[in-house]
Nanobody, 121 residues
Framework: QVQLVESGGGLVQPGESLRLSCAAS????????MGWYRQAPGNQRELVAD???????NYLDSVEGRFTISRDNAKNTWYLQMNSLKPEDTAVYYC???????????????WGQGTQVTVSS
């Protein structure tokens, strides 16, 4: 079994910061891409940022320069530092990882349970 556990969401005012964390545990051989998605009410889930195994990152245009994704491979944990938050960043944020459990298995996608981020004055 593989489990992804998120933490760090909450309610903040515009311009403030939050850091999300996601820790993967269980039967894990290797994690390739780690990412963060978000879904606001009435919207589709969208990719916010991801980071591959060699540290290359990819960001949603609207968060570029404000959000930073990072990873700690030794801890199977990754982070999303969110600065200068805006009301339009309000959403449920989900972590995602492509995980290989054994040498003979394929990479599969796993998801966290979601954490609410609300930006409001």
């Amino acid at each position: 079994q593989v489990q992804l556990v998120e933490s760090g969401g909450g309610l903040v005012q515009p311009g403030e910061s939050l850091r999300l964390s996601c820790a993967a545990s269980g039967s894990i051989l290797v994690i390739s891409t780690m990412g963060w998605y978000r879904q606001a009410p009435g919207n589709q889930r969208e990719l916010v940022a991801d980071i591959n195994s060699v540290g290359n990152t990819n960001y949603l245009d609207s968060v570029e320069g404000r959000f930073t994704i990072s990873r700690d491979n030794a801890k199977n944990t990754w982070y999303l530092q969110m600065n200068s938050l805006k009301p339009e960043d309000t959403a449920v944020y989900y972590c995602n990882a492509r995980i290989k459990k054994t040498w003979t298995s394929r990479f599969d996608d796993y998801w966290g349970q979601g954490t609410q981020v609300t930006v409001s004055s």
